[in-house]
Each structure stands twice: as structure tokens, then as C-alpha cells.
């Protein structure tokens, strides 16, 4: 069975602060996608990342794809309240395939 | 294209009811996934399409649940005789089979809110 292991499960900072979320698994995966979910909404998709090693920034948000394919990581700068919601990493074995969830981080950032 | 679309967003019905709800992914992607969701996890897959074949199933999905997209289209999920546990969000998310571009991903509808009373 595949798992995402992502930590920690909650994150409550001041705004300005930076802040990391880290998804791990021991199965390595060819494709993790990070997403942002409000309450009572599906997923939004911040980002696919299919290369080991890969880093992509949008804006204030820098994703990592583990060397080996198996961990990944999400780091925001100087976050807002904006920035409030459930981050969710997803993997899947091949793209095109079922995704795998983690369970999540809530961040809440205050003002 | 406006992307993903579910129907209805909210459902409330008795124990013992039937419920079908209905997912419209982007016309482009040829795949098709429906996930549950409960408070405070991650979404769990339970089945996907490729155009109109059913590729996967998960165990989570007992006799009372069936999926079809008849078209290669649209899809429908149907509860038969729904349970108090059946309550969750159900969502549908669609994909094209490869990944193409570095903005390709998996697109999630806004999901049907259920709650069996």
C-alpha cells in the first residue's frame, strides 16, 4: 500500500512568518501534486512535479520533489492570511493513475 | 472550458434512499476519478475511467455503490440504500492520461456535500 505521511497535521502562525509542510512516503512515486482545499470546496492544484530533484517556485510558494522520488515539500514565504487552508500532497505511481492522498496540513495564518 | 462540474453540490437524504450524483470533467482530459472525503482526511480514491472503461475500483467501494461514464463523457456515482457512514464529500476529479506541460494536473470539481439523517 502506498502512503503519504505529511507533517505536521496543523500550523498556526503570525503573518510574515515562513513555514514548511514535508510529505513523505517510502514508495516512490512519478508524479506528486500539491493542493489547497477551503472548507466546503474540492481541491485546488498548486503544482505537478515529475522529475527527481525538481524545485518550482510560484511566487511565495517553492515545491521540492525528493532526489529519489519519494518525499516532497512545500515551503511559503512571508505568508498571509490568504495562505489559510488545508494543504494536501497527492502522488501517484504513474500519472494518469488514482492519486494517493496525505491527510493534510491546516494552516491557519493570523493577522 | 470551466473546468470541472458537480451536481448537486449539497444532497440530504433518509437511510435506505438511493442518491446518484453527477460529475462533468474538462472535455480535453480522457480520465475520470471519484474520491470521498470525510472531515479532517484526505480524499480516498474510489474509482477511476479511462473514456468509458472502468480501469480500478477500491475495496472502499461496496455492492451499494456503482459508477459509470457511459460516453466516455460525463459520470455518474449512485448509492443504493445509503447508510449514516455513506455521509461525506464526494468529489470528481479528471486528468489527461499523460502528463504534458508543467500547468498539467489533476482538476477537482467542488465536490457533492452528502448527508444521510
Known amino acids: 500500500t502506498q502512503l503519504l505521511e505529511q507533517s505536521p497535521q496543523f500550523l498556526s502562525i503570525q503573518e510574515g512568518e515562513n513555514l514548511t509542510v514535508y510529505c513523505n512516503s517510502s514508495s516512490v512515486f512519478s508524479s506528486l501534486q500539491w493542493y489547497r482545499q477551503e472548507p466546503g470546496e474540492g481541491p485546488v492544484l498548486l503544482v505537478t512535479?515529475?522529475?527527481?530533484?525538481e524545485v518550482k517556485k510560484l511566487k511565495r510558494l517553492t515545491f521540492q520533489f525528493g532526489d529519489a522520488r519519494k518525499d516532497s515539500s512545500l515551503h511559503i514565504t512571508a505568508a498571509q492570511p490568504g495562505d489559510t487552508g488545508l494543504y494536501l500532497c497527492?502522488?501517484?505511481?504513474?500519472?494518469?493513475?488514482?492519486?494517493?492522498f496525505g491527510a493534510g496540513t491546516i494552516l491557519r495564518v493570523k493577522s | 472550458d470551466t473546468g470541472v462540474s458537480q451536481n448537486p453540490r449539497h444532497k440530504i437524504t433518509k437511510r435506505g434512499q438511493n442518491v446518484t450524483f453527477r460529475c462533468d470533467p474538462i472535455?480535453?482530459?480522457?480520465?475520470l476519478y471519484w474520491y470521498r472525503q470525510t472531515l479532517g482526511q484526505g480524499p480516498e480514491f474510489l474509482t477511476y475511467?479511462?473514456?468509458?472503461?472502468?480501469?480500478?475500483k477500491s475495496r472502499l467501494l461496496s455492492d451499494r455503490f456503482s459508477a459509470e461514464r457511459p460516453k466516455g463523457s460525463f459520470s455518474t456515482l449512485e448509492i443504493q440504500r445509503t447508510e449514516q457512514g455513506d455521509s461525506a464529500m464526494y468529489l470528481c476529479?479528471?486528468?489527461?492520461?499523460?502528463?504534458?506541460?508543467?500547468?498539467?494536473?489533476?482538476?477537482f470539481g467542488s465536490g457533492t456535500r452528502l448527508t444521510v439523517v
Open positions: 475511467f479511462q473514456n468509458e472503461a472502468q480501469l480500478e
Open positions: 472535455s480535453e482530459h480522457n480520465r
Open positions: 512535479v515529475v522529475t527527481g530533484g
Open positions: 476529479a479528471s486528468s489527461r492520461d499523460r502528463f504534458r506541460g508543467r500547468k498539467d494536473g489533476y482538476t
Open positions: 497527492a502522488g501517484a505511481r504513474e500519472y494518469g493513475n488514482k492519486l494517493v
